[in-house]
């Protein structure tokens, strides 16, 4: 669980060959800075209150402190994605375009640098003119994937589908046809099941789109002790004319004792 309270957000610059400082300072560079703070601090869910936020300011550059941060979990998750990683697809949509504006900036006027950092100093990101944060093109690619949920809908008048609810809770539309559907002999209306798709999915977040259904597949998620017991026969017999199985396998393997 985060314990860190407090972020730091500073910019430096220089402005007529002068360090931006508390005591020089343009107001466009200040009212600029203010507001990319706080929509960082906001992000599109608004998880910051920024009502409930205490800032002070900091001298050695312009900086603004903010205090009353615990809660914010998806705040802490996306500074420590951008402490490490330089892309900006799987962070807040709001939060990457405050870094991206930065990044522009900072590559216009190698001045410019932003960093922001808890009192500690080991949750950190710098953007600067060598930095490279930036949204990369998604990149979709046909899949064949296995999906196992609850089916909670079926059918359709014109457009057939599957909507597939997921163990982690979010539910799938899948195309389908009538024809394939009406060759179901079992009842799949709110059972499990174990779907054949194809899909596209993106190599970056794992979204899944375009899903068509290829096939319901066989699925008994209960152990079978008879079948079980069968499978151990059938590699007890297959194993008899083998004195030390485990030496055979080594030898294979190139092991030597």
Do not use: C
């Not at 107001?27 to 936020?53: C, H, M, N």
């Not at 930065?102 to 960093?115: C, D, H, I, P, V």
């Not at 930036?134 to 059918?155: C, F, I, P, S």
């Amino acid at each position: 669980m985060n314990t860190i309270n407090q972020l730091r957000f500073a910019v430096s610059d220089r402005i007529n060959d002068v360090e931006v400082s508390l005591s020089h300072v343009s107001l466009g560079l200040l009212g600029e800075f203010q507001k990319d703070v706080a929509d960082f601090l906001k992000g599109t869910s608004r998880e910051v209150d920024l009502g409930k936020i205490s800032v002070s300011l900091e001298d050695g550059s312009l900086a603004l402190v903010a205090s009353g941060l615990l809660a914010a979990s998806t705040l802490w998750t996306d500074v420590e994605h951008l402490k490490s990683a330089d892309t900006l697809n799987l962070i807040d949509s709001k939060r990457a375009s405050v870094v991206e504006r930065w990044q522009t900036t900072a590559l216009k006027n190698s001045n410019r640098r932003y960093l922001v950092a808890d009192p500690s100093g080991q949750v950190s990101f710098l953007v600067d003119s060598t930095s490279n944060y930036r949204k990369q093109e998604d990149a979709w690619t046909h899949v064949e994937k296995y999906l196992y949920g609850t089916v909670v809908d079926l059918g359709g008048s014109s457009k057939a589908n599957v909507h597939l609810k997921l163990e982690s809770g979010g539910v799938l539309t899948i195309a389908s046809t009538q024809d394939l559907l009406a060759q179901e002999e079992q009842n799949r209306l709110y059972r499990p099941a174990l779907l054949h798709v194809t899909a596209e999915e993106n190599l970056l977040t794992g979204e899944l789109q375009n899903l068509s259904l290829l096939a319901f597949e066989a699925h008994k998620p209960i152990f079978d002790e008879d079948e079980f017991n069968r499978m151990v026969e059938r590699g007890s017999k297959a194993w008899m004319d083998v004195p030390d199985a485990t030496a055979w396998l080594e030898t294979l393997r190139g092991v030597q004792a």
